[in-house]
């Protein structure tokens, strides 16, 4: 019989799409893969890569103690029927309630703390209970890998985790063999903003409006598309009816999602990320970096690990939008060859430090106890 992992998150996109080389790599070490969390698009890709999946069908962002009782208990009757012989968990409520449940079935977990939200930065009732949660569980993990020094810390400091067993990764790591620096395929005189991610207001979403109805009567040749998906069930999401107003209003172009990013990428001049969210390490910076793209973000927990200022990119305030007009004008004033400089050292410094197998090599090693 093959030695069962479980791979535990929120969402199945958040298991398949972050994770896929690593369930890669088990599979052609001999053990079966089974992928937990709410199902979506993503199921089909799991089953064609000849995994099961279990739909979670978990309250994802809700506070409702009776929903978090169930979803503990639905996780302590898969644990017991799977019998796997790791789980790993990502994600917040993943990493407190399927650890609780995986120490109750005497199944050893990994934890990866991929970004911390709000909860560190405002203080509730909500918050408060979560901390004490997190103190709770994280008694019980072999290992725990951090995204980011801040994170860290933050556990460290409120003394939530024994440090001996934490570790960090560079965020998930990406595949640099595949992301890689492609010419463009356009041939015209606009220069291109990308922005990849949830299309939320704690992305930074709104500051690009902003930003381009400031720079776009100066600099009537830049467009900003953003690619990514609108979660309706997230309190700050945008509509699209919104996106079709700003559309009206200056030279942002909502593009939707895509199923290969280097497509979107690779037409990019450059790639802007205002976030003031608490990321983990925002994996399209680094696929962007690793397809040499400069970078425009904040200096922002998650975000400031992949961009070095005046290196690779530039960093803005957080939650500023005139910091942001300013890093913008500052690469539109660079000459192209400092442009193409700057995301050529992006390659460097992702080749350097944020290549998936540092991460895949990482789990490897505690899983196989090498």
């Given at each position: 019989?093959?030695?069962?992992?479980?791979?535990?998150?929120?969402?199945?996109?958040?298991?398949y799409?972050?994770?896929?080389?690593?369930?890669?790599e088990l599979?052609?070490?001999?053990?079966?893969?089974?992928?937990?969390g709410?199902?979506?698009?993503s199921?089909?890709?799991?089953?064609e890569?000849?995994?099961?999946?279990?739909?979670?069908?978990?309250?994802?962002?809700?506070?409702?103690?009776l929903?978090?009782?169930?979803?503990?208990?639905?996780?302590?009757?898969?644990?017991k029927?799977?019998?796997?012989?790791?789980?790993?968990?990502?994600?917040?409520?993943?990493?407190?309630?399927?650890?609780?449940?995986?120490?109750?079935?005497?199944?050893?977990?990994?934890?990866?703390?991929?970004g911390?939200g709000?909860?560190?930065?405002?203080?509730?009732?909500t918050?408060?209970?979560?901390?004490?949660?997190?103190?709770?569980?994280?008694?019980?993990?072999?290992?725990?890998?951090?995204?980011?020094?801040d994170?860290?810390?933050?556990?460290?400091?409120?003394?939530?985790?024994?440090k001996?067993?934490?570790?960090r990764?560079?965020?998930?790591?990406?595949?640099?063999?595949?992301?890689?620096?492609?010419e463009?395929?356009?041939?015209?005189?606009?220069?291109?903003?990308?922005?990849l991610?949830?299309?939320?207001n704690?992305?930074?979403?709104?500051?690009?409006?902003?930003?381009?109805?400031?720079?776009?009567?100066?600099?009537?040749?830049?467009?900003?598309?953003?690619?990514?998906?609108?979660?309706?069930?997230?309190?700050?999401?945008?509509?699209?009816?919104?996106?079709?107003k700003?559309?009206?209003?200056s030279?942002?172009?909502?593009?939707?999602?895509?199923?290969?990013?280097?497509?979107?990428?690779?037409?990019a001049?450059?790639?802007?990320?205002?976030?003031?969210?608490?990321e983990?390490?925002?994996?399209?910076?680094?696929?962007?970096?690793?397809?040499?793209?400069?970078?425009?973000t904040?200096?922002?927990?998650?975000?400031r690990?992949v961009?070095?200022?005046?290196?690779?990119?530039?960093?803005?305030?957080?939650?500023?939008?005139?910091?942001?007009?300013?890093?913008?004008?500052?690469?539109l004033?660079?000459?192209?060859?400092?442009?193409?400089?700057?995301?050529?050292?992006?390659?460097?410094?992702?080749?350097?430090?944020?290549?998936?197998?540092?991460v895949?090599?990482?789990?490897?090693?505690?899983?196989?106890?090498?």
């Amino acid at each position: 019989m093959k030695k069962k992992i479980i791979l535990n998150a929120n969402t199945l996109f958040a298991v398949y799409n972050f994770r896929c080389n690593l369930m890669k790599e088990l599979t052609n070490r001999g053990y079966e893969i089974v992928c937990l969390g709410n199902k979506d698009s993503s199921a089909e890709q799991i089953r064609e890569e000849g995994w099961r999946y279990i739909d979670a069908g978990m309250d994802r962002r809700g506070t409702s103690i009776l929903n978090d009782l169930k979803l503990f208990l639905f996780y302590l009757k898969i644990f017991k029927k799977e019998k796997p012989k790791y789980i790993l968990n990502f994600t917040i409520k993943p990493n407190i309630y399927g650890t609780l449940a995986a120490k109750l079935v005497g199944v050893p977990v990994i934890n990866n703390v991929t970004g911390l939200g709000d909860i560190f930065d405002t203080e509730n009732l909500t918050n408060k209970i979560v901390k004490i949660l997190y103190k709770i569980s994280f008694r019980f993990p072999k290992k725990v890998f951090f995204q980011n020094d801040d994170d860290l810390g933050i556990f460290l400091n409120n003394r939530l985790i024994d440090k001996k067993v934490c570790d960090r990764l560079p965020g998930s790591g990406v595949e640099v063999n595949r992301f890689i620096p492609l010419e463009k395929d356009r041939k015209d005189d606009k220069k291109v903003f990308l922005f990849l991610g949830r299309i939320s207001n704690k992305k930074g979403v709104r500051i690009i409006n902003e930003v381009s109805k400031i720079l776009t009567p100066k600099y009537p040749n830049i467009e900003f598309q953003l690619l990514g998906k609108i979660y309706t069930d997230e309190e700050e999401h945008i509509s699209k009816e919104e996106l079709l107003k700003w559309e009206e209003e200056s030279n942002i172009r909502y593009i939707g999602t895509s199923k290969d990013v280097r497509r979107e990428i690779k037409e990019a001049d450059c790639i802007i990320f205002p976030s003031f969210y608490r990321e983990g390490v925002p994996r399209s910076l680094i696929e962007s970096a690793s397809m040499g793209k400069p970078i425009l973000t904040t200096d922002n927990v998650g975000c400031r690990d992949v961009v070095e200022d005046g290196y690779n990119g530039y960093l803005a305030k957080p939650n500023d939008i005139d910091s942001m007009v300013e890093i913008v004008e500052k690469f539109l004033k660079l000459s192209i060859d400092k442009q193409e400089e700057m995301g050529n050292n992006g390659r460097k410094k992702v080749l350097k430090e944020f290549d998936e197998k540092i991460v895949i090599n990482k789990y490897l090693k505690v899983i196989e106890g090498k």
